[in-house]
């Protein structure tokens, strides 16, 4: 279970020209303008990028750093799980976005990158970015959250995942879509599914307060069918991105094949004491980073910066 749920291998871009992206957040109410336009943001988010590669790969997470390039300007470039993802079958899925500056991220050298890097050998290529021109989207593993044991890809609607996409997704990876409605404290729709839930191997973290109420039990049902442990988190830890995690898989000399949860510091203080408890119980190990500048100007915390690259045998 381990092995099928959890990546070993993660692609992360380096950026250059990061920056608080007006064009997306109209969609994303977690992004926040900044206090002052003082030029600094750039450089603040390569020092917490660095330290995040820094720290994975001190846990044996093997890391593919793509570097951006400063023109043109893409200013989320620092979250590829949104537009290319890599399976164990060798499959690469490209996915459409919504924002015209964001599919300015797919660049094939990225791609090649990974590919040199971590030894990722691409059999087939499920090619969704012709649904732009008809204005659908589905951005990867932001919109889609995947039990890869059972199967099952779990979407919450908004502008950037459609139903159209999901469904054609679904058939085309052998996964069935679960497809439900989620608000944030305020009501407004959840732009992405990875913000409220992090399936890893033994747990489920859901911000099941965000599913709409008519939809709520049913979604549930389904994640507590795995036999995972169902920890559930209030709309002010969803607010601080402790739905927003990611756990990894890596070998240890102590532990064998283990597992590593990563998550940003404002997660693990919006989580809480009890829950962080539920949360280190059914994991390994927790890496907890600092990413404060990405997390307030792009919107999106360590989840969103990890592309996670699956490896056949």
């Not at 079958?89 to 976005?97: E, R």
């Not at 970015?129 to 995947?146: D, M, N």
């Not at 962080?276 to 792009?298: C, F, H, K, M, N």
Request: include cysteine; proline fraction near 5%.
């Amino acid at each position: 279970m381990l092995e099928l749920q959890c990546a070993g291998a993660v692609l992360m871009v380096r950026p250059a020209a990061f920056d608080y992206n007006p064009e997306t957040a109209a969609t994303n109410r977690m992004q926040r303008r900044p206090t002052a336009q003082d030029g600094t943001a750039g450089a603040l988010a390569l020092s917490e990028f660095d330290q995040f590669v820094r720290s994975l790969t001190s846990e044996g997470i093997s890391v593919s750093v793509a570097e951006d390039t400063p023109e043109p300007a893409k200013p989320d470039a620092v979250f590829p799980n949104n537009w290319v993802s890599f399976h164990a079958d060798g499959t690469l899925v490209l996915y459409p976005m919504q924002s015209e500056s964001r599919r300015r991220e797919r660049r094939p050298e990225v791609i090649e990158r990974a590919i040199a890097d971590l030894g990722f050998s691409v059999r087939r290529t499920v090619d969704l970015t012709h649904h732009e021109q008809a204005g659908r989207f589905l951005e990867g593993t932001g919109s889609l959250v995947l039990d890869h044991v059972n199967r099952l890809a779990f979407a919450c609607r908004s502008p950037r995942t459609h139903e159209d996409v999901l469904e054609e997704w679904s058939r085309a990876m052998g996964y069935e879509p679960i497809l439900f409605d989620a608000s944030d404290r305020h009501g407004v729709p959840l732009y992405h599914t990875n913000v409220l839930m992090c399936i890893g191997a033994r747990a489920v973290v859901i911000g099941a307060e965000a599913i709409a109420v008519a939809q709520r039990a049913a979604v549930l049902e389904r994640l507590a069918a795995s036999g995972r442990e169902l920890i559930e988190i209030g709309p002010e830890a969803v607010a601080g991105f402790a739905g927003n995690m990611l756990e990894l898989a890596t070998w240890d000399e102590a532990l064998g094949d283990s597992t590593v949860l990563v998550m940003s510091t404002s997660a693990r203080r919006a989580l809480g004491a009890e829950a962080y408890a539920r949360v280190s119980a059914a994991t390994d190990t927790v890496l907890t980073v600092p990413v404060p500048t990405i997390e307030q100007l792009g919107g999106g915390s360590v989840r969103c910066m990890l592309a996670e690259v699956f490896l056949g045998a």
